[in-house]
């Protein structure tokens, strides 16, 4: 099992679209998690951090789902603006560094 | 805000030449690192530094070096580029391990 792994899409939606992301994870120990967004030739940037709890930032909801191990993110109200590769972020089976999974492609369309 | 700054944005280069990247951060971040990004194999780890004078390897370290002699800087070198190292190469920082990092615009390095 890869260490992280995530449904490469591509995900097609419509503005105002409500669109979900599971992403896999394989360290049962590890206690980071996050996403990160990457636009076209751009640097991947932290789109926010993953909490047990869960934890929302306007549009956006990740969870944490430690049974089955995987996170979510959960964009509401898309908007053309969140085209993007969304990066899904755990830790190594080491503990040691962080993984980063291949991404998943959204495209809003109006 | 963090800024991660890396030393170029485009290179071009020939087989055989030694190359270094260099990134610099300035949030006084104990961690750094060096990825390579390449289509459909998404971000790769190449070395990473724990502090100054350290370095761990990453998955992909083969064909490269890295140097770390200040806190905020850390090179990564191409001892004999060949054209498999054709990739963009990002540089990223964080303050400890398990904390998110921030990452440099990133180096399109293209080996011919």
């Known amino acids: 099992r890869k260490e992280v792994e995530q449904d490469p899409g591509p995900f097609n939606v419509p503005e105002g679209a409500t669109v979900a992301f599971n992403c896999t994870y394989s360290n049962s120990a590890s206690q980071s998690f996050f996403w990160y967004r990457q636009d076209c030739r751009k640097e991947p940037k932290l789109l926010m951090s993953v909490y047990s709890s869960g934890n929302e930032d306007g549009r956006f909801t990740a969870q944490l789902n430690r049974a089955s191990q995987y996170i979510s993110l959960l964009i509401r109200d898309s908007k053309l603006s969140d085209s993007a590769t969304y990066l899904c972020v755990g830790e190594n089976q080491a503990g040691t560094a962080l993984i980063f999974g291949k991404g998943t492609t959204l495209s809003v369309s109006s | 805000d963090v800024k991660v700054t890396q030393s170029s944005r485009y290179l071009v280069k020939r087989t055989g030449e030694k190359v270094f990247l260099e990134c610099v951060q300035d949030m006084d971040h104990e961690n750094m690192f060096w990825y390579r990004q390449d289509p459909g194999l998404g971000l790769r780890l190449i070395y990473f530094?724990?502090?100054?004078?350290?370095?761990e390897k990453g998955d992909i370290p083969e064909g490269y070096s890295v140097s770390r002699e200040k806190k905020e800087r850390f090179s990564l070198i191409l001892e004999s580029a060949s054209t498999n190292q054709t990739s963009m190469y990002l540089c990223?920082?964080?303050?400890?391990?398990?904390?998110?990092?921030?990452f440099g615009p990133g180096t399109r390095l293209t080996v011919t």
């Open positions: 990223a920082s964080s303050f400890n391990s398990g904390r998110e990092q921030y």
């Open positions: 530094s724990y502090d100054v004078k350290m370095k």
